[in-house]
């Protein structure tokens, strides 16, 4: 299972067309397999699930890569304290690290003394926290800069970390092009991205999956996606109800039988 991690995950740098895609993993999908959205052609390789510890599920993790997720500074499920140690077991090539800090109260100076204190340590690929698409100061990229300014050289990564909810694939194309040029040095991973709560439904999420994914496919900048949400629209409704009203259920991978989902059926 190391090995077969390892392994998967070391073809990230060097794909530039397949290869790219990933399951963004609920922890409430115990009863999905991840291999139904693993068609065995290489477009997907990886699976993450907020946590330090591989999902349980009827189907493994599908012959995937798993990342680690060190989302919060120090989580119950997740504590800081085991970090090191669960990656020498798991075998993690890469690593992601803080969700939505920049809205969820945490300043880029601390993110930046937590990032240099526990993250630096990991000799593996290494992503910077994740941050939303938001434009208000202090936020978002802004609050992202802000980090990078306060490590002071001093915060080793080789990804920054992109969420983003909107209106279109415009808006969104937009936003990917614009973090690059703001950081041009570094490759980006998505680790969440759909529209929000689109009118149309999964015909409209559908149909910008389609046009972000060619996008992306193709942007050599971008090592890594995810489209939001690797679950069905009753289990994200059941246990996740604010998030499904933000971002709808239309852009759930899965149907609610376990089959793949319109949206599903684009990503293997």
Known sequence: MIFSSFLVLSIFAAAAHAGKRGLCW????GSLNPGVLNNGDGDVVAIYDYETYQPATTGGIGNLGFIGMQRCTDCSSSPIADLYSR????????????NEPDVNGITASSAASWYIEYI???PIKK????????????????????????????????????????????????????????????????????????????????AFFQEAFSFLDSASYVTLYFPFVATSASLFQTNDASGASYAGTGSCLYNDDGSASAAGALIS
Request: with cysteine.
């Open 26 to 29: 609920p922890w409430y999908n």
């Open 87 to 98: 990656w020498q077991s798991q075998g993690w090539a890469t690593v992601f690290t803080l």
């Open 120 to 122: 630096n340590a990991l």
């Open 127 to 206: 992503a910077l926290p994740a941050v939303t698409s938001s434009t208000t100061s202090g936020q978002g990229l802004s609050w992202l800069s802000e980090m990078i300014t306060a490590c002071a050289g001093q915060c080793y990564f080789d990804y920054i970390n992109l969420h983003w909810y909107g209106a279109s694939f415009s808006d969104f194309q937009s936003y990917v092009e614009s973090a690059h040029a703001q950081f041009p040095n570094y490759d980006l991973v998505i680790t969440e991205f759909a529209l929000q709560n689109p009118s149309g439904g999964q015909s409209d999420q559908v």
